[in-house]
T-cell receptor, first 115, second 114 residues
């Protein structure tokens, strides 16, 4: 049973370009979460999605960041016009259901470097 | 705002030494508590979790943690560490009945010397 998949594992972008990060949840999981880990910091919640719905985006920056989880295909975290401060590790997690009692399983992360 | 604080950012131990990593959270309501571990080059894995009941919970690889409600703490312990325990450890909290939002501590890097 494959775990949470993320790609790419490493992404290099120049300032002003777009970054698209993909996350495929574990089989049978319909809840996806995105977290960001800045250097020397812990993981910070960004957004929680179910299929075709954004449930909680309280951790998403107001501009340039968007996320989706379509009916078919992976969840996408999109960062437009990247800046150096976006350099971080972005982790995706998935769970079977959305309650606080359901374990979140994490992917390996995408390390974004903005030049 | 709710927060999770891990007191030790970097811990260095020799093999067979005992380990205790501190974790405190700030939230007055009911919480579920987790410890995650990230081994070098790998993704985060759940070590153990506490929802209710016995405040002393046992996890994988000989780890345990004790929930002390009066101290808002959930410290991680292991009686005798091994070189393979070298990793980064994260404490996390989620409000019971809430959905999705895990709140993480800053992480503690543990280095075990052989």
């Amino acid at each position: 049973n494959a775990g949470v998949m993320q790609n790419p594992r490493h992404l290099v972008r120049r300032r002003g370009q777009e970054a698209r990060l993909r996350c495929s949840p574990m089989k049978g999981h319909s809840h996806v979460y995105w977290y960001r880990q800045l250097p020397e910091e812990g993981l910070k919640f960004m957004v929680y999605l179910q299929k075709e719905n954004i449930i909680d985006e309280s951790g998403m920056p107001k501009e340039r960041f968007s996320a989706e989880f379509p009916k078919e295909g992976p969840s996408i975290l999109r960062i437009q016009q990247v800046v150096r401060g976006d350099s971080a590790a972005y982790f995706c997690a998935s769970s079977e259901a959305g309650s606080s009692y359901n374990e979140q399983f994490f992917g390996p992360g995408t390390r974004l470097t903005v030049l | 705002a709710q927060s999770v604080s891990q007191h030790n950012h970097h811990v260095i131990l020799s093999e067979a030494a005992s380990l205790e990593l501190g974790c405190n959270y700030s939230y007055g309501g009911t919480v579920n508590l987790f410890w995650y571990v990230q081994y070098p080059g790998q993704h985060l894995q759940l070590l153990l979790k506490y929802f209710s009941g016995d405040p002393l919970v046992k996890g994988i690889k000989g780890f345990e943690a004790e929930f002390i409600k009066s101290k808002f703490s959930f410290n991680l312990r292991k009686p005798s560490v091994q070189w393979s325990d070298t990793a980064e450890y994260f404490c996390a909290v989620i409000h019971s009945g809430n959905t999705g939002k895990l709140i993480f501590g800053q992480g503690t890097t543990l280095q075990v010397k052989p």
